[in-house]
């Protein structure tokens, strides 16, 4: 098994290199709550077509890009953010991250240009596992579960790097993976 670190709320589930999955190929999730239930999480390396505008009518000139969350529930508007301060609203995840909170609050924030896209990120639907899916996914060699991260990585906007970084970011031990080809077929 490739993956030493338990699976918990805040940590990310890296994917390996060929999943053939096209919800999760080369995905990075901020695993939001883990539990005896179940896995939800948000993939934060797969832009979306959509700017924040496009989707909230009432912010005009929000240019923050949505990413697809996952494939659940594709219809719901999910964001994480770093600015407890301003929001004063949302679930702590990580150290210094924290899910949803007071979305009128945000509107204000959003429309008033007080918040900016490395301090909140957005998420069309979610990334969601049953009851020991996630464990069996592991075992299987699917995802490696990561705690060694800087809140930094979480709001990139570097998608087509992040999954490289924090592959890296693993130690030498996985560094190699990092350059593995999408499709090896055409190596």
Not at 9 to 33: W, Y
């Amino acid at each position: 098994m490739l993956s030493k670190v338990i699976p918990s709320t805040g940590k990310l589930l890296i994917s390996e290199p060929f999943l053939n999955d096209p919800n999760f190929k080369r995905s990075v999730v901020l695993m939001a709550e883990h539990s005896e239930e179940g896995t939800l999480g948000f993939i934060l390396n797969h832009p979306s077509q959509f700017l924040l505008k496009d989707l909230v009518p009432d912010l005009w000139e929000a240019d923050f890009p949505v990413f697809i969350g996952g494939p659940v529930e594709v219809d719901t508007i999910h964001f994480i953010h770093r600015c407890y301060d301003k929001l004063n609203s949302g679930e702590e995840i990580a150290k210094g991250i924290y899910w949803g909170g007071n979305f009128e609050t945000l509107k204000i924030l959003v429309n008033n240009n007080s918040i900016s896209t490395d301090e909140v990120k957005f998420f069309l639907g979610y990334s969601g596992w049953g009851i020991d899916q996630l464990t069996e996914e592991i075992n299987e060699n699917t995802w490696i579960v990561s705690d060694q991260f800087h809140q930094d990585v979480v709001f990139s906007h570097n998608e087509e790097e992040l999954w490289r970084e924090v592959i890296i970011n693993l130690g030498p031990k996985y560094a190699h993976v990092s350059n593995f080809p999408i499709d090896p077929s055409l190596n």
